[in-house]
Structure formats: structure tokens, C-alpha cells
């Protein structure tokens, strides 16, 4: 398991790209793409080291990133890479540890791949991506 990205959530995904490329020196990794699934606009951007930032923005009336973007947004969940999705699952969903708000399902935004969140019992939220 290893760290993929940090979620940050904000109004205008442009806008907040072009800010954090000017201060921190993250490139654009991809063209914005609309996850209809989970009703955000999403970007990614790439830092020289590897790391990655995705930035949300509510797609929406609907968006699930909308309320939280109400209350100021900002950083928003951590998303680990894993070999074996439905096994990481299993194991973090036992002993009442966390439990699954999104079950797998493809990720546009990150080459179709197979994505899950859960909420952890300390109330954070955790997507898991599985390895290609």
C-alpha cells in the first residue's frame, strides 16, 4: 500500500491548479475530466518528487463535495494504492474498524481503475485504488 494522491476540494478547479503550480510547483498531470458518478470535476497535478494532488470541484446540485465546500473545503480524503482492493476491504471493514460508502467502481479520472471509500471509525475518509 502506498500513498496515490491528497484530495483537496474548491470552487474552481482551474483556478486553484494554477495557484498551487505558482506556489508549490505542481504541473498540471491531465486535463480536467467530470466524474458523473460522484458528480465532481476532477484534476489531477504532479509534483517533480511524484506526488500527486486531485482537486474536486462540485459537478452539481448533487455533489457529495458540495456541503463540504460550503464549509470553507480544503483537504478533503487520502487515497492509497493497493494490490488487492477487495482484500484491503475485508480487512478494514472488520472489526468495525471503518465501513464502506463507496463500493468499486471505475474511476475516470484515474484510467478507469477501480476505486472504494470508506469511513474510518475516527471519521475520515479513505479511497483505496487498486493497482494496474
Known amino acids: 500500500m502506498r500513498l496515490h494522491h491528497i484530495a483537496y476540494v474548491c470552487e474552481n478547479v482551474e483556478q486553484k491548479a494554477e495557484e498551487f503550480c505558482r506556489l508549490l510547483e505542481y ?14 470535476r476532477i484534476l489531477f497535478l504532479v ?32 487515497c492509497f494504492e493497493v494490490d488487492d482492493l ?28 477501480r476505486v472504494a471509500f470508506v469511513v474510518t471509525a475516527g471519521n475520515d475518509l479513505i479511497e483505496f485504488v487498486e493497482k494496474q
Request: hydrophobic share 30%; aromatic share 6%.
Open 27 to 40: 504541473k498540471i498531470e491531465s486535463a480536467p475530466v467530470i466524474d458523473e458518478s460522484q458528480n465532481v
Open 47 to 78: 509534483h517533480r518528487d511524484g506526488s500527486r494532488l486531485e482537486l474536486l470541484e462540485p459537478y452539481g446540485p448533487n455533489s457529495p463535495v458540495r456541503k463540504f465546500l460550503e464549509k470553507g473545503g480544503g483537504l478533503y480524503h487520502f
Open 86 to 113: 477487495e482484500e484491503v476491504l475485508r480487512q478494514i471493514t472488520s472489526n468495525n474498524q471503518a465501513y464502506i460508502v463507496k463500493q468499486p467502481t471505475a474511476a475516470p479520472a484515474i484510467e478507469a481503475r
